[in-house]
């Protein structure tokens, strides 16, 4: 576990209320240990989001202690973190952006169960149940916001985008494509860029969704809204190149069964495209 310090107030908390109850056998522990002991608090990033994953109550009595740097480390758990960036989603509506904005939020242990405890069971049942309440899928109209999307999604999934030119070519051509993004709140998870080749064909220019949500139903939800405008644009036709299966690269194994499964079909390999090293398949669905 690598640990680090960071300040307090730069760190987004993910729920809504403290208990009084755990505040107060908190605060008695605080008093009984030399506080730069105390274990570090667990943090996560997802976009541009930097927040607790636990221990709010621990950062909220440190920081009536005080303290403005904390020891955290990044939480490389695998959580459920559609829900946290519901609740993050919760906290900005509510505007509770850091520890601080818990002071008139203590609350006894009768109203933490129904405000909290309760409201969070109901979600964690319809995150599951009824993904489409919560993600948002929407076309992105603004250059830089395309831009800043692609850049973040494709920066964080290094496994299969790892040269840097053509990342930035990713970014720049997002620009002139038609562009949507998968939201849950307001932070972008995912995102699907289309180029237009001619009356009849698309290609899917780029997609990626950030690997903590892979496998959730994502792609193929951004597919489906993709071919949605598509149809009605009278195309007939969506193409994507990808690595070849003849490349050994268990991440574009995975990539490839998400096509196949979302109704693409192998066209033809090209070894002069993207070079003998990187042997490019183009695949294609009838739309
Ligand atoms: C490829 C990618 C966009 C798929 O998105 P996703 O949200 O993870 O995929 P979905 O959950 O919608 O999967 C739909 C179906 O595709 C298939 N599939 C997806 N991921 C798979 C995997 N890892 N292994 C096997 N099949 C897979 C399954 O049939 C799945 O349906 P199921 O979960 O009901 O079995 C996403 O994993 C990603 O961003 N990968 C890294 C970047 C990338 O490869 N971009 C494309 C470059 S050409």
């Given at each position: 576990?690598?640990?680090?310090?960071?300040?307090?107030?730069?760190?987004?908390?993910?729920?809504?209320?403290?208990?009084?109850?755990?505040?107060?056998?908190?605060?008695?522990?605080?008093?009984?240990?030399?506080?730069?002991?105390?274990?570090?608090?667990?943090?996560?990033?997802?976009?541009?989001?930097?927040?607790?994953?636990?221990?709010?109550?621990?950062?909220?009595?440190?920081?009536?202690?005080?303290?403005?740097?904390?020891?955290?480390?990044?939480?490389?758990?695998?959580?459920?973190?559609?829900?946290?960036?519901?609740?993050?989603?919760?906290?900005?509506?509510?505007?509770?952006?850091?520890?601080?904005?818990?002071?008139?939020?203590?609350?006894?242990?009768?109203?933490?169960?129904?405000?909290?405890?309760?409201?969070?069971?109901?979600?964690?049942?319809?995150?599951?149940?009824?993904?489409?309440?919560?993600?948002?899928?929407?076309?992105?109209?603004?250059?830089?916001?395309?831009?800043?999307?692609?850049?973040?999604?494709?920066?964080?999934?290094?496994?299969?985008f790892?040269i840097?030119e053509a990342i930035?070519e990713y970014?720049?051509?997002?620009?002139?494509?038609?562009?949507?993004?998968?939201?849950?709140?307001?932070?972008?998870?995912?995102?699907?860029?289309?180029?237009?080749?001619?009356?009849?064909?698309?290609?899917?220019?780029?997609?990626?969704?950030?690997?903590?949500?892979?496998?959730?139903?994502?792609?193929?939800?951004?597919?489906?809204?993709?071919?949605?405008?598509?149809?009605?644009?009278?195309?007939?036709?969506?193409?994507?190149?990808?690595?070849?299966?003849?490349?050994?690269?268990?991440?574009?194994?995975?990539?490839?069964?998400?096509?196949?499964?979302?109704?693409?079909?192998?066209?033809?390999?090209?070894?002069?495209?993207?070079?003998?090293?990187?042997?490019?398949?183009?695949?294609?669905?009838?739309?």
């Amino acid at each position: 576990m690598n640990v680090f310090t960071k300040n307090i107030k730069d760190i987004q908390p993910s729920q809504l209320y403290i208990s009084k109850t755990k505040l107060a056998k908190v605060e008695k522990y605080l008093d009984s240990v030399d506080i730069s002991h105390i274990e570090p608090l667990p943090i996560k990033k997802i976009g541009k989001n930097i927040f607790f994953t636990d221990g709010h109550t621990r950062a909220f009595a440190l920081m009536k202690r005080g303290i403005e740097e904390v020891k955290v480390y990044w939480d490389e758990d695998d959580l459920d973190w559609i829900q946290y960036l519901i609740c993050i989603d919760w906290c900005n509506r509510e505007g509770i952006k850091n520890i601080a904005d818990f002071s008139d939020r203590v609350v006894d242990d009768k109203d933490y169960k129904k405000l909290w405890d309760m409201r969070c069971d109901s979600m964690q049942k319809g995150s599951v149940e009824n993904l489409d309440y919560y993600l948002d899928i929407r076309a992105v109209s603004k250059n830089n916001e395309k831009c800043s999307i692609c850049e973040q999604v494709l920066r964080a999934l290094p496994n299969w985008f790892g040269i840097e030119e053509a990342i930035r070519e990713y970014i720049n051509g997002a620009k002139e494509n038609t562009f949507l993004s998968a939201y849950v709140g307001d932070t972008p998870i995912g995102f699907l860029s289309v180029k237009e080749h001619n009356e009849f064909t698309s290609e899917i220019y780029v997609v990626g969704i950030l690997k903590e949500f892979h496998r959730r139903g994502i792609g193929k939800r951004l597919i489906k809204a993709t071919e949605e405008i598509l149809v009605k644009e009278n195309k007939i036709f969506l193409t994507v190149k990808t690595l070849s299966s003849s490349h050994p690269d268990e991440g574009y194994r995975k990539t490839r069964e998400f096509y196949r499964s979302v109704g693409f079909y192998p066209l033809e390999e090209f070894t002069e495209l993207w070079g003998n090293e990187n042997p490019c398949l183009l695949m294609v669905k009838k739309l």
